[in-house]
T-cell receptor, first 107, second 115 residues
Framework: KNEVEQSPQNLTAQEGEFITINCSYSVGISALHWLQQHPGGGIVSLFM???GKKKHGRLIATINIQEKHSSLHITASHPRDSAVYICADLTGNQFYFGTGTSLTVIP | DAGVIQSPRHEVTEMGQEVTLRCKPI?????LFWYRQTMMRGLELLIY????????DSGMPEDRFSAKMPNASFSTLKIQPSEPRDSAVYFC?????????????FGPGTRLTVL
């Protein structure tokens, strides 16, 4: 069974801080998916990556296949980044989801 | 584009009733996905379609659940009979390219409550 673990579970940061959310998985993957779920419930796909690093605006996602680990970084955090961030390991024809990291950015 | 459209947005029903959730993917997208989210189990992929054909339904919890995609612009997820443990938010998503490894666009979700 593929275990996907995220840390921390909850995170509070001051506006402007650099934020890191971690995701570890136990089985080899095809790709790692990062999702953002807004307080209203809407879900946005942020990144799908299978190697290296991807960047979009202030968001950066990295993955280390050997260590079975991925990180999501947010630079210059803003209150609008407050959301739940979920990673999902794509293995075969299934997604194995982490339980999410709840981020609150305080002005 | 209007994005992925789901209906209804909220559904309250009684145990034993049939429930049908509807999804209209983004025009031109080739893949459609149904997810369920609960507090206990988090997000789960139920089933996905490529070019209207079901590819993997291993996430469908029981025979009470069925999904169809009669054409490229419409899909349904049916629960019959519904049970209180089916209460969840059901999301539909679509992607331009086939398979699970591409960017997905999510609908707003349908919040289902089974009493």
């Amino acid at each position: 069974k593929n275990e996907v673990e995220q840390s921390p579970q909850n995170l509070t940061a001051q506006e402007g801080e650099f934020i890191t959310i971690n995701c570890s998985y136990s089985v080899g993957i095809s790709a790692l998916h990062w999702l953002q779920q807004h307080p209203g419930g809407g879900i946005v796909s942020l990144f799908m990556l299978s190697s290296g690093k991807k960047k979009h605006g202030r968001l950066i996602a990295t993955i280390n296949i050997q260590e079975k680990h991925s990180s999501l970084h947010i630079t210059a955090s803003h209150p609008r980044d407050s959301a739940v961030y979920i990673c999902a390991d794509l293995t075969g024809n299934q997604f194995y989801f982490g339980t999410g990291t709840s981020l609150t950015v305080i002005p | 584009d209007a994005g992925v459209i789901q209906s209804p947005r909220h559904e309250v029903t009684e145990m034993g009733q049939e429930v049908t959730l509807r999804c209209k993917p983004i025009s031109g997208h080739n893949s459609l996905f149904w997810y369920r989210q609960t507090m206990m189990r988090g997000l789960e992929l139920l089933i996905y379609f490529n070019n209207n054909v079901p590819i993997d339904d291993s996430g469908m919890p029981e025979d009470r659940f069925s999904a169809k995609m009669p054409n490229a612009s419409f899909s349904t997820l049916k629960i019959q009979p519904s049970e209180p443990r089916d209460s969840a938010v059901y999301f539909c998503a679509s992607s331009l390219f086939g398979g699970l490894g591409n960017e997905q666009f999510f609908g707003p979700g349908t919040r289902l409550t089974v009493l």
